[in-house]
């Protein structure tokens, strides 16, 4: 049984800086392209970075770019989401997401297979 769980959330100050962390289960990373998504209230789930290991070059959209960086343990079966220069816009809950090898995944959330419960992200001061 496929299963992804989320952890690293919580309260961070403008600026901060924080490390989410998902623990995949029930299947072997290793061929499974890896996501992060998040929704803030009121807003669409959107793609705040992905990457299929068939391809190598992660996506991040472009608010993110330069302050998120997506990483993936194998060996651990573990995808993590490094976040710097924080800003209010970035307060969402941040969900983690896989897709079976060969789907042609992409930003929408149609595309991927699995979904964990997600993680609040807080900016605040």
């Known amino acids: 049984q496929v299963q992804l769980v989320e952890s690293g959330g919580g309260l961070v100050q403008p600026g901060g800086s924080l490390k989410l962390s998902c623990a995949a289960s029930?299947?072997?990373?290793?061929?499974?392209?890896t996501a992060w998504f998040r929704q803030a209230p009121g807003k669409e789930r959107e793609a705040v970075s992905f990457i299929n290991p068939s391809d190598g070059t992660p996506y991040y959209t472009d608010s993110v770019k330069g302050r998120f960086t997506i990483s993936r343990d194998n060996a651990k079966n573990m995808v993590y989401l490094q976040m710097n220069s924080l800003e209010y816009e970035d307060t969402a809950v941040y969900y983690c997401?896989?897709?079976?090898?060969?789907?042609?995944?992409?930003?929408?959330?149609?595309?991927?297979?699995?979904w964990g419960q997600g993680t609040q992200v807080t900016v605040s001061s």
């Open positions: 029930g299947f072997t990373l290793d061929y499974y392209s």
């Open positions: 997401a896989t897709a079976r090898p060969g789907i042609r995944v992409g930003v929408r959330p149609r595309d991927w297979d699995y």
